[in-house]
């Protein structure tokens, strides 16, 4: 096992490398750059700038630089000094940036990755050994309604269910006289009072996949013969569900976990800006409309690296609970 894990870290050492570079280059491929996207809506205000102006700005900014030169003062400032640059358009450090947004943006989407699990579960097991019954059955629909209903369709309903029904400040994560202020009872109070509305949003889609995809896997081991051996044994089936079968169909929801880790950082970005969160979603679309490149670029480098070490992780967990892959 621990041979396993090392070579799944030196596999991916070089992955990053190649991963920091392509990120960049992601954000240098849209024709234009910041100087360009700054001076147009500097000119559709009726601001004069000229093109030797524009020009100016730009080599002030380092633009002209080779992409290799720009790529290198980025990654080796990242390295050397946890310096994720200079955003453009907001005139600040790019990690005070990230970072104030990043606790929120964790708590929600963990929660609702919580919630999806605690749902998707026990729901595709009983799915699964209670097939074709009226529970069944009704939990298919569930599934169906929840993998086609956008995002932003559910949270804009349930926004006007909590304002005509629960006489709720919709959007965002508390009410207006609580910005700014101090966390204190009430605040906290409060906001548990506002992000059912997003944990539920972001969990619904999450669940309804996951509970096809485990009563799926569950009807496929139940058939098998290691599983009429357990019940020739005399346990029950409770035992027998949750002892064995359900251990092999939870890889799917291991190997999720190289995507959830993304997500975590990132957020949904359309239900963030339909809800008005303060998350790092809506800054990512920002800094990709405005073609901030630093901004842009330490986004997709972080969600890239938590990627590939998701996946490691995704592997490790998968190999610590099915032998099978460990010596396949």
Known sequence: ????????MLWALPVLVVVSFVSFLIIQLPPGDYVTAMVAEMRNNGEFVTPLQEEEI????????????QYWRWISAILLRGDFGQSFHWNAPVSELIWDRLAITLILSTLSLIFTWIIAIPVGVYSATRQYSVFDYVFT???FLGKGIP???LALVLMWMGFAWLNMDVGGLMSPQYEGAPMSWAKALNILGHIWIPVVVLATGGAAGLIRVMRANMLDELGKPYVETAYAQGLSERQVVWRYPVRVALNPFISTVGWALPALFSGDVITAVVLNLPTTGPLLLQSLKMQDMYLAGSFILILSVF????????DILLAWSDPRIRYA
């Open 1 to 8: 096992m621990f041979g396993f894990i090392v070579k799944r």
């Open 58 to 69: 730009r080599t002030a900014l380092g633009l002209n630089d080779p992409i290799v030169i």
């Open 151 to 153: 995002d932003f369709l």
């Open 141 to 143: 629909v569930f599934g």
């Open 307 to 314: 990627t590939v070490i998701g996946t490691m992780v995704s």
